[in-house]
């Protein structure tokens, strides 16, 4: 049940980003087969790895953003107790955000792109995702504002967000220098995931838990600020971690492997800190798939994240494991942990209350979340033994590229297996939160 009608601007943001998700996975093995097999030249003419590439990655950076645009809608209204300043502006910004997103799919197929990994969208494409971006902010800023109820929780979301859209900046001009160019790169790749991301999910996520479980306001917020207060301190200093190799100064070598060693320790923070709340929990609940959801993003947060994370980050590891193919074991389970799981967490939470169930059907949300969990683990882990591979090829052996990745093309047939399987639990989720039945008992 939904306390404010402008929540509702909530579910086609949701409805996005779910669909995009199934187009990111469905790339992601397309990218796989590229690797596993050699395919014929006319076929890779067409669309070529960094193309399809691009897709994969963009179609990630969008659906998550959408995620956490139409979390923040649903959320605000019932946290600042008022409806939101405007609802036609946030379809606006939904159209707006929407059709970038596909301009720069169908600009990508004809080669219109910067090349940067992540960022490759044109400068005309980036001023529209600002556009998109000030829209938002000025609507949540306005129904905050208007609402005079300042919570903890909506200050580290807005905090969060200003933050994400401040570093975007950053990665839009394009510096002739590429160490410099690098330089900036990382203050949006890093400092998103490992900054102003850490803050929204600290903040969606004490939200949820506060709801679910009942614990009291003050708990929840007592141990936010610790935990954003760590994110930060070591977060922003450990971007260093990125500066080994691209020609900044030698101090990153020091500041980066410290400060991000320490990283995992908010992290592990968020973990005992959600495990505490579940345990005090005041109510009985009811949205168990919510609570699941919940505590394994947070676990897998810290492995993916945390553990994936400092294996890699110490220079003298770094040295070797470098942009290999440990670096994308680390990038699924972190992705998918820390933000994949988190999103669905608000869809759980959000969908049957915009629906107007109290309770709903959650087998299919539990098989889903099983199976997508362990299979993706299974893909993380195949392409971790193909990046220790690579790495003692091309690294100690120096053996040339194209000779090491000869070596990794098994790996990549079992991630096509698996991924095959981690499409279908992707695919139950967006079945099941789109056609989702009251429980026995209500209807
Ligand atoms: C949820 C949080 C995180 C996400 C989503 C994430 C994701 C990623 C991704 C996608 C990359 C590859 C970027 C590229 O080169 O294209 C990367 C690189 C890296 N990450 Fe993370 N990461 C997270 C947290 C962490 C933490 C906490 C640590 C350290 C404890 C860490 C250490 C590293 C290192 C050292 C690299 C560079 C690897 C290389 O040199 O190739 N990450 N991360
Ligand atoms: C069937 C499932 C999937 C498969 C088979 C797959 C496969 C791949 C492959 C082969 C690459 C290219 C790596 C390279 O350039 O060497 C890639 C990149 C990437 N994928 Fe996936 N993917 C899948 C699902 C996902 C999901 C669910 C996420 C996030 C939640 C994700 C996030 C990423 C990221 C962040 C990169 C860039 C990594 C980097 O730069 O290090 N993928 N994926
Ligand atoms: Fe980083």
């Not at 909530?10 to 093995?29: D, K, N, R, S, T």
């Not at 669309?47 to 691009?54: E, G, K, L, Q, Y």
Request: overall charge neutral; glycine content about 10%; aromatic content about 18%.
């Amino acid at each position: 049940m939904i306390k404010y009608e402008s929540q509702r601007v909530a579910y086609p943001y949701f409805v996005i980003a779910l669909l995009l998700f199934g187009l990111q996975v469905i790339m992601g093995l397309w990218l796989a087969i590229n690797y596993a097999f050699t395919l014929p030249q006319s076929l890779v003419d067409v669309f070529p790895f960094a193309t399809a590439r691009a897709f994969h990655t963009n179609l990630l950076v969008l659906w998550m953003l959408l995620g956490f645009m139409g979390g923040t809608y649903y959320m605000v209204p019932e946290e600042s107790e008022s409806e939101l300043y405007s609802t036609k502006l946030a379809y606006l910004q939904l159209v707006i955000l929407v059709g970038t997103g596909v301009a720069a799919l169908i600009g990508f197929l004809f080669g219109w792109t910067q090349g940067r990994p992540l960022l490759e969208i044109p400068f005309e494409l980036d001023l529209l995702v600002v556009l998109g971006a000030l829209i938002f902010l000025f609507n949540i800023a306005m129904t905050l504002i208007k609402a005079k109820n300042w919570t903890m929780i909506q200050g580290t979301l807005l905090g969060g967000l200003t933050f994400l859209a401040l570093l975007y900046l950053f990665g839009i001009p394009f510096y002739k220098n590429l160490s410099i160019d690098w330089y900036y790169w990382w203050w949006v790749i890093h400092l998103w995931v490992e900054g102003a991301w850490e803050l929204i999910t600290g903040a969606i996520m004490a939200w949820i838990l506060m709801r679910i479980t009942g614990v009291p306001r003050k708990t929840v917020e007592k141990w936010l600020y610790v935990e954003i207060g760590l994110f930060l301190f070591t977060g922003i200093v450990g971007t260093g971690h990125h500066y080994y190799w691209i020609g900044a100064p030698r101090y990153w070598l020091w500041f980066g492997g410290i400060f991000s060693a320490l990283e995992p320790l908010p992290i592990a923070f968020m973990v005992w800190d959600t495990l505490r709340h579940v345990k005090e929990r005041r109510v009985e609940i009811k949205n168990k798939a919510v609570l699941t959801l919940a505590i394994g993003s947070v676990i897998y947060h810290f492995i993916g994240a945390g553990v994936w994370g400092f294996i890699h980050t110490l220079p003298q590891i770094n040295y070797y494991t470098h942009g290999s193919q440990i670096t994308v074991s680390h990038g699924h389970l972190a992705f998918f942990g820390a933000y994949a799981l988190l999103i669905i967490t608000i869809f759980y939470y959000a969908f049957p209350n915009l629906k107007g169930y109290s309770n709903y059907k959650q087998t299919l949300a539990n098989w889903a979340f099983w199976i997508t969990s362990s299979t993706m683990m299974i893909i993380g882990l195949v392409f971790g033994v193909a990046g220790v591979l690579q790495t003692y090829l091309e690294r100690i052996m120096g053996l040339g590229y194209m000779n090491a990745q000869a070596q990794m093309q098994f790996w990549f047939k079992i991630a096509i297996f698996t991924g095959v399987f981690f499409l279908a639990g992707v695919i139950m989720w967006i079945y099941d939160l789109l056609n989702l039945k009251p429980a026995e008992s209500e209807s």
